[in-house]
Antibody, heavy 124, light 108 residues
Framework: QVQLQRWGAGLLKPSETLSLTCAVY????????WNWIRQSPGKGLEWIGE???????NYNPSLKSRVTISMDTSKNQFSLKLTSVTAADTAQYYC??????????????????WGLGTLVTVSS | SSELTQDPAVSVALGQTVRITCQGD??????ASWYQQKPGQAPVLVIY???NRPSGIPDRFSGSNSRNTASLTIAGAQAEDEADYYC???????????FGGGTKLTVL
């Protein structure tokens, strides 16, 4: 069973860069999309972006100017960098696997598994 | 369009059936996926595709799609089903992921 384990700094100052890494255990990066999702305290889920097995990335337009998602296939892991953080970036950050596909005119896309959340706090 | 709309809160009596809905243009061509999130925990996938349940999800959970609306139905809601539920799909381009705002389910 695939498991995702994430790590990274949990406390940042405004203007610093958030860096998180998610390692994939029990499966390959190949054939899937690897995502970062966050949830501010008391709020809903917000998609940050993704990288697929070919290295193609898609980002939430509201965060695109500050986000970079990369992958290291040799280590079976993928990473998130978010620059110039502010208090508004304080959130639980999750990594998750997706495999969007389309058949017979219908498409589907789902996140499973999810890594445990990492609380990142931005405070001066 | 890249928005999914959910009712903020829904309640159901113990043992009764409840339906949680999600509306958006992308749902005319995308099946919604549904996630259950309990306080302090990561979301858990409960329904994906046309109407599929991951291993370990009780069969009282089911999903359906009609036009631009997806529904998650819990038949015979249990106390442990009290949680936040989120729907998800991609936008019509397929390049952007979208989440609904979430529905807080209270089991009375």
């Amino acid at each position: 069973q695939v498991q995702l384990q994430r790590w990274g700094a949990g406390l940042l100052k405004p203007s610093e860069t958030l860096s998180l890494t998610c390692a994939v255990y029990g499966g390959s990066l190949s054939g899937f999309y690897w995502n970062w999702i966050r949830q501010s305290p008391g709020k809903g889920l917000e998609w940050i972006g993704e990288i697929n097995h070919s290295g193609r990335t898609n980002y939430n337009p509201s965060l695109k100017s500050r986000v970079t998602i990369s992958m290291d296939t040799s280590k079976n892991q993928f990473s998130l960098k978010l620059t110039s953080v502010t208090a508004a970036d304080t959130a639980q950050y999750y990594c998750a696997r997706d495999r969007p596909n389309c058949t017979g005119g219908w498409c589907c896309s789902w996140f499973d598994p999810w890594g445990l959340g990492t609380l990142v706090t931005v405070s001066s | 369009s890249s928005e999914l709309t959910q009712d903020p809160a829904v309640s159901v009596a113990l043992g009764q059936t409840v339906r949680i809905t999600c509306q958006g243009d992308s749902l005319r061509s995308y099946y919604a996926s549904w996630y259950q999130q309990k306080p302090g925990q990561a979301p858990v996938l409960v329904i994906y595709g046309k109407n599929n349940r991951p291993s370990g999800i009780p069969d009282r959970f089911s999903g359906s799609n009609s036009r631009n609306t997806a529904s998650l139905t819990i038949a015979g809601a249990q106390a442990e089903d009290e949680a936040d539920y989120y729907c998800n799909s991609r936008d019509t381009s397929g390049d952007l992921v979208v989440f609904g705002g979430g529905t807080k389910l209270t089991v009375l």
